[in-house]
């Protein structure tokens, strides 16, 4: 026996992600019109694009003509970006390791700080540069996470001002709990909003005499010296959608351009952009009493006809979705999962459709026919998040470009 001739194609993908770019581009313009005209979109594309595709993604925004400026997690992320997308302007939205910094200045990304430390090992980097190197000062107003408190903010505004190898090219904050507390996000907006006055921008957010107090009274400011525009922001998706503009130049869309809204009442104004298919490699009818997957936490009551889906917990499904009530669309029908969702396969329960086969296709995340499912409902039914089923699709998931 001769074993038969290798073929020339790679093997059909056992699971894979449609992107679909004419979505994509649709929740631009959302953003774009929910914004108006004159703001500064800065597009998040960290952790691949939302596990969409870091730069695919990006070239699609880019051509929109809406989108310049890109938001990512790390140097090794920038690096990655401005390989495929040379000319694009690249912010870096974590600290940096010390080691890191020399390769952000030689590359021309631009790093939030939160610390003279860093101000200053960043003003040594670029001490030969002309003109000076742009760094924004990130403010923590109830995050936790990074940023100068505002207690603060006064003595390091001042002393980067004076650091001739740097100029401010903005000043953020980052919104915590938009989707859950209103109240305090609402504070932070003013806060931030009074600060810029004092900056010597305008913002019209109503006051509020209740806020804690703007910085003393012998905060030295110098707004001449600050570059025109100074980029001012705080809103991510679910502060652009559900709260007002106030005078901030720019903003930090991300869940909401890959289609799946932060504020559930939005939603309907997005498109989802990612469908997430598999196919079933197996369909058997198993008898009544019979378990399912590992453990037998889930035993047949009645014959049932059992399809394997060649999708697991490896490919980024999650194992969290067992014994929780998901299902997935197949022919246009919703079939619950049975079990436990295991490393490379996952069980469901195909009884209402006598129809079903291997190499049917089935929709993890998307539409089908007239039923769809949404990432959110994943996230709510295996209590995590819409970004976290995003970003933990993994390289095994092929991406598949659509309406480019």
């Known amino acids: 026996m001769h074993p038969p001739p290798a073929s020339h194609f790679p093997p059909p993908a056992r699971c894979w992600a449609e992107i679909d770019l004419a979505a994509l581009r649709h929740n631009v313009g959302v953003v774009r019109a929910t914004v108006g005209p004159e703001t500064t979109l800065l597009a998040i594309v960290k952790a691949d694009g939302y596990g969409h595709g870091m730069v695919p993604v990006a070239r699609a ?210 498109r989802p952009v990612l469908t997430l298919k598999t196919r079933l490699t197996l369909v058997r009818t198993l008898p009544a009493h019979h378990g399912v997957s590992y453990g037998r936490t889930f035993r047949t009551t009645h014959p049932t006809r059992v399809g394997t889906l060649a999708m697991g917990y490896a490919d980024g499904y999650p194992r969290h979705l067992s014994n929780v009530g998901a299902e997935v669309l197949v022919r246009g029908r919703r079939c619950p999962v049975l079990g436990r969702v295991t490393m490379d396969q996952t069980m469901i329960d195909v009884s209402a459709l006598p129809e079903a086969a291997p190499g049917d296709e089935a929709v993890l995340i998307g539409r089908q026919g007239d039923e769809e499912i949404l990432a959110g409902e994943l996230a709510a039914k295996s209590g995590t998040i819409p970004w976290e089923i995003f970003t933990g699709l993994t390289a095994r998931v092929a991406r598949q470009y659509l309406n480019p």
């Open 61 to 270: 925004l880019r051509a929109t003509g809406e989108v310049t400026n890109f938001g990512v997690a790390s140097l090794a992320e920038a690096l990655h970006l401005r390989a495929g997308l040379p000319d694009a302007g690249i912010t870096i939205l974590s600290p940096a390791l010390p080691d890191e910094r020399a390769e952000i200045v030689r590359h021309g990304f631009l790093p939030w700080i939160s610390t003279l430390a860093e101000a200053e090992d960043y003003a040594h980097q670029a001490r030969d540069l002309s003109p000076a190197f742009p760094v924004e000062i990130k403010l923590d107003t109830g995050m936790g996470r990074m940023g100068v408190l505002e207690a603060d903010f006064p003595a390091l505004y001042d002393a980067v001002q004076r650091l001739p190898a740097l100029r401010v090219a903005g000043v953020l904050t980052h919104l915590p709990s938009p989707d859950e507390d209103t109240d305090f996000t609402a504070a932070q907006l003013a806060r931030m909003s009074r600060l810029q006055t004092r900056l010597g921008h305008s913002a019209d957010f109503p006051p509020n005499d209740d806020l804690p107090p703007p910085p003393p009274s012998s905060f030295i400011l110098h707004p001449s010296s600050f570059p025109i525009p100074l980029r001012f922001h705080a809103q991510n998706s679910a502060g652009l959608l559900g709260y007002a503009r106030d005078g901030r130049n720019l903003v930090r869309p991300g869940l909401m351009l890959y289609g799946s809204s932060p504020l559930p009442a939005f939603q309907d104004r997005l």
